[in-house]
Nanobody, 127 residues
Framework: QVQLVESGGGSVQAGGSLRLSCAAS????????MGWFRQAPGKEREFVAT????????YYGDSVRGRFTISRDNAKNTVYLQMSRMKPEDTAVYYC????????????????????WGQGTQVTVSS
């Protein structure tokens, strides 16, 4: 069982930046493709970004592409989400997720592909 703990959420003004971290334990982190999702009140969970086991392949949701960057440090068992040029519509609870991947370069974009989820961290962007 993988435990995922997010940190780094908070409040920021539009145009600002935040960096989320997700620390993993309980399983070989390097075996997992990792992803970030978010959910705003009254809305469905939305894909934000994913990164392959190797860290070489990333993919972003349309609403964040060019503003957010996902990265990972396998030595620290941590995945990051650097958020820049933030907008009020980025306000949501952000979730870290990990899914087993047999292929180093595979990315996972669908929630059902992930077996492990963090508890979420709130991000609020004010205008």
């Amino acid at each position: 069982q993988v435990q995922l703990v997010e940190s780094g959420g908070g409040s920021v003004q539009a145009g600002g930046s935040l960096r989320l971290s997700c620390a993993a334990s309980g399983f070989a982190f390097s075996s997992l493709a990792m992803g970030w999702f978010r959910q705003a009140p009254g809305k469905e969970r939305e894909f934000v970004a994913t990164i392959s086991r190797s860290g070489d392949i990333t993919y972003y949701g349309d609403s964040v592409r060019g503003r957010f960057t996902i990265s990972r440090d396998n030595a620290k068992n941590t995945v990051y989400l650097q958020m820049s040029r933030m907008k009020p519509e980025d306000t949501a609870v952000y979730y870290c997720a990990g899914g087993f991947s047999a292929f180093p370069g595979r990315v996972l974009r669908i929630p059902t592909q992930y077996d492990n989820w963090g508890q979420g961290t709130q991000v609020t962007v004010s205008s």
